[in-house]
């Protein structure tokens, strides 16, 4: 039977689609994912092999993707569903194929206590890059975050309650660390909770924002808020229009130019994505790639955007 919600939830996850929606191994999630106390220990153990066989090839290593995610979904409301949020949401369509499928119960990254899941993630930090220090102890270690250009709304805004409770944890964490990773592609205006994108603003593939200045604001919260070094770790656009990818680039670049010269220890940018990607529940449809991809043949077609990067980087000067 068809959904009579499904059309307003798929609207809003494929906005979302680009966020982390993780997987992991199916012995770890039966044996309940980051909430079991063991978890750590096992994750350890991960990061010490990886990094015996892999280390001596890494630049930075980092021992979590959007750790963040589950607490950045709670502030996103779906309209037309009771005003239930998208996590809950998550939570309940997990938990109903799970039993269509009669499938044994599993943690996620969704299913479960969301606070003691950022309990058993930090820990697994800490943990894993301990393990990574002991094989290689100069191989810089971090985390990237899940980072919106979080802006006030004009009225009953909690956008300083939506920081401490999405980042708050990391970024104090992030203070200990050798870099931390930042993933931005818009902002969100924040009322009691996210609100929907201004009327008439100019959106892209999977639904966000084009605003390309969210980089320069978030570089500069983070590099406020931590002391540490900082990685653009993420960032880009979904369109199909090139021409608009290389404004964002140019726009977001400039940006952070501007931060760098205001004295910002600024590592690196990467851009999100060198191809055409698989963007989890949007499929292949959304354009990320600066290298388009012919799914037919696989020909890769340099686009506009990637020669204006690489300009960029050969004369470090935009």
Known sequence: MKDEKAPVAESTLKRLSRRSLSSMPRWFAVKGGWQNPAAADLYARFCEKATRHLGDLVGYASTFNEPDVPQLLNW??????GGANLIDTL????????????????ASFFIGDGNKIRDGLLAAHHKGKAAMKSVRSDMPVGFNLAMTDDQPAPEDSHVEERRADVYGPWLEVAKQEDYLGVQTYSRAIVGKKDLPVPKGAETTQVGWEFYPECVEHVVRYASKATGVPIIVT??????????RRVEYVQRALTGLKSAIDDGVDVRGYVAWSLLDNFEWMSGFEPKFGIVAVDRATQRRTIKPSAAVLGNIARTNSL
């Not at 939570?91 to 599993?106: G, H």
């Open 91 to 106: 939570r309940q369509s997990l938990t109903r194929v799970r039993k269509q499928l009669n499938a044994p119960e599993f």
């Open 234 to 243: 993420e960032n880009g656009i979904a369109t199909i229009d090139d021409r």
């Open 76 to 81: 996103i409301n779906l309209p037309g569903n």
